[in-house]
T-cell receptor
Framework: NAGVTQTPKFQVLKTGQSMTLQCAQD?????MSWYRQDPGMGLRLIHY???????DQGEVPNGYNVSRSTTEDFPLRLLSAAPSQTSVYFC?????????????FGPGTRLTVT | AQKVTQAQTEISVVEKEDVTLDCVYE???????LFWYKQPPSGELVFLIR??????QNEISGRYSWNFQKSTSSFNFTITASQVVDSAVYFC??????????????FGTGTRLQVFP
């Protein structure tokens, strides 16, 4: 099993550009989520999904869109990048449709918006 | 409010010292889970432990131990005889429920532990 994979590892965007951060897992996990990690802020939840076709907002959803058309994939879209979105983004998954299980994290995507 | 506080931003110790990382939480839920994750310099997040609110037994795993006290809303993590490989950022996390929404996981701001040889 590859676990949770994220692409790209690094990305530099100009303000106003859009892009999609990819996240995939091959563990047949129902629960997937996106976090951003900023210095001194810990990890903050952006969006999450408890199964294919179901998504919901976390703490900091503004400026981001998600969809979950398959169990395996949970892409995060930045519609119009802003410098405030410079961060490290982590995708995570867990077996059940809840947060009560161990979360498996991807390696992260480091995004810089200039 | 539901939140996790890790008041220690950074801790430095010398190898073989014992070190305790503090985690204090606030929740209105009667059922909840607490977690610890480790983020080594390579950047990935690694699960260490999960504890539910009904299980206040302390847990020991090798050099790691956890002390869960509901009376003080704390879930502290102790590393005994620390090693350089323990150098990492450690995050405490809490599951939260919200009326009309799916349960979420919230993280503390992390404690950076540096272990010097």
């Amino acid at each position: 099993n590859a676990g949770v994979t994220q692409t790209p590892k690094f990305q530099v965007l100009k303000t106003g550009q859009s892009m999609t951060l990819q996240c995939a897992q091959d563990m047949n996990h129902e629960y997937m989520s996106w976090y951003r990690q900023d210095p001194g802020m810990g990890l903050r939840l952006i969006h999450y999904s408890v199964g294919a076709g179901i998504t919901d907002q976390g703490e900091v959803p503004n400026g981001y869109n998600v969809s979950r058309s398959t169990t395996e994939d949970f892409p995060l879209r930045l519609l119009s990048a802003a410098p405030s979105q410079t961060s490290v983004y982590f995708c995570a998954s867990s077996y059940s449709g809840t947060v009560y299980d161990e979360q498996y994290f991807g390696p992260g995507t480091r995004l810089t918006v200039t | 409010a539901q939140k996790v506080t890790q008041a220690q931003t950074e801790i430095s110790v010398v190898e073989k010292e014992d070190v305790t990382l503090d985690c204090v939480y606030e929740t209105r839920d009667t059922t909840y889970y607490l977690f610890w994750y480790k983020q080594p310099p390579s950047g990935e997040l690694v699960f260490l432990i999960r504890r539910n609110s009904f299980d206040e037994q302390n847990e020991i795993s090798g050099r790691y131990s956890w002390n869960f006290q509901k009376s003080t809303s704390s879930f502290n993590f102790t590393i005994t005889a620390s090693q350089v490989v323990d150098s990492a950022v450690y995050f405490c996390a809490l599951s939260v429920t919200e009326f009309g929404a799916t349960d979420k996981l919230i993280f503390g701001t992390g404690t950076r532990l540096q272990v010097f040889p």
